[in-house]
């Protein structure tokens, strides 16, 4: 970053054919900028809070009652073995012909 020696105010660069001018956009000044150093101009945008978003992640983790896990394993239990009966009925059957 470079500075007007007038008004101190910032140099800005541009580009006039293939040299890079410093030029003060208060006074006018302008000088050669230094040979092998790049000069970037960046340009950060204002927000305001209407433009910012907050995100808020909530991670809970809801802990099984006992009787919650009672009643699930009981679900399940019954589950398993309607599936095993359902197996056995289906063995029972295979060698039945139908016609």
């Known amino acids: 970053m470079e500075f007007c020696p007038k008004c101190e105010a910032l ?3 541009k580009k006039e054919g293939d ?3 410093l030029f003060c956009k208060k006074c006018g000044f302008e ?3 230094k040979e092998g150093v790049d000069y970037k101009l ?3 945008i204002p927000h305001t ?3 910012k978003i907050d995100v808020i ?3 809970v983790k809801k802990r099984v009652s006992e009787e919650e ?3 699930f394993e009981d679900y399940y239990r019954g589950l ?3 599936g095993e009966e359902f197996e056995e009925e289906g063995e029972e059957s295979e060698g039945e012909d139908y016609e």
């Open 19 to 21: 040299k890079v001018i």
């Open 11 to 13: 140099l800005f660069p």
């Open 80 to 82: 398993e073995e309607a």
């Open 49 to 51: 809070e209407k433009d």
């Open 31 to 33: 000088t050669e900028a």
């Open 69 to 71: 896990r009672e009643a």
């Open 57 to 59: 992640k909530l991670s």
């Open 42 to 44: 960046v340009v950060n």
